[in-house]
Antibody
Framework: DVQLVESGGGLGQPGGSLRLSCAVS????????MSWVRQAPGKRLEWVSS???????HSADSVQGRFTISRDDSKNSLYLQMNSLRPDDTGVYYC?????????WGQGALVTVSS | DIQMTQSPSTLSASLGDRFTITCRAS??????LAWFQQKPGKAPKLLIF???NLQSGVPSRFSGSGSGTEFTLTISSLQPDDFATYYC?????????FGQGTKLEIK
């Protein structure tokens, strides 16, 4: 069975850092495009970052230079390093496999940025 | 960035009704368009990929069509489980962009 399990969410300070992890089972992360998608409370879904099978990455302008997507092939896991956090980064962050559309999603990790 | 505009934003409908959502892109995305269903507190669920391909396990009452800048999602006969919020997503060009969502409510 395919499973994506996010962890590392919680309360972050403005200007601070958090690191989200996504442990994957049922397929190989390094062979797929993977993404992070977030959703602020009551708002639409927002694409954040993607990493291709060849390691190329893309990020939304709103997080460029602050967030970094990466993967650890030995752990079959995806990560999102979030620095210089802002209150508008608050939301649920989903780890997603980007195959045939975005076909498998994690349950989401809540990130709250507040002092 | 490509803007995705869904209509309507909210719709009230009855069981058995036919339901159609439109998603318009500000420039052509070919057929790189997906549709998702989301229920409160849950992750989105992929319904349709590449504009018209039904994701495995999704009931056949769901269908998608379109190409270029105009796309539709149709539910042929609404069932109780279908009342949710629906989103389109273009994944032709970065940054990928979602529509604002269409909330389907029971009349």
């Amino acid at each position: 069975d395919v499973q994506l399990v996010e962890s590392g969410g919680g309360l972050g300070q403005p200007g601070g850092s958090l690191r989200l992890s996504c442990a994957v089972s049922g397929f190989t992360v390094r062979s797929n495009y993977m993404s992070w998608v977030r959703q602020a409370p009551g708002k639409r879904l927002e694409w954040v970052s993607s990493i291709h099978d060849d390691g190329r990455t893309h990020s939304a302008d709103s997080v460029q230079g602050r967030f970094t997507i990466s993967r650890d092939d030995s752990k079959n896991s995806l990560y999102l390093q979030m620095n210089s956090l802002r209150p508008d980064d608050t939301g649920v962050y989903y780890c997603v496999r980007q195959a045939s559309g975005f076909d498998y999603w994690g349950q989401g990790a809540l990130v709250t940025v507040s002092s | 960035d490509i803007q995705m505009t869904q209509s309507p934003s909210t719709l009230s409908a009855s069981l058995g009704d036919r339901f159609t959502i439109t998603c318009r892109a500000s420039q052509s995305v070919s057929t790189w368009l997906a549709w998702f269903q989301q229920k409160p507190g849950k992750a989105p669920k992929l319904l349709i990929f590449k504009a018209s391909n039904l994701q495995s396990g999704v009931p056949s009452r769901f269908s998608g069509s379109g190409s270029g800048t105009e796309f539709t999602l149709t539910i042929s006969s609404l069932q109780p489980d279908d009342f949710a919020t629906y989103y389109c997503l273009q994944y032709n060009f970065y940054p990928y962009t979602f529509g604002q969502g269409t909330k389907l409510e029971i009349k």
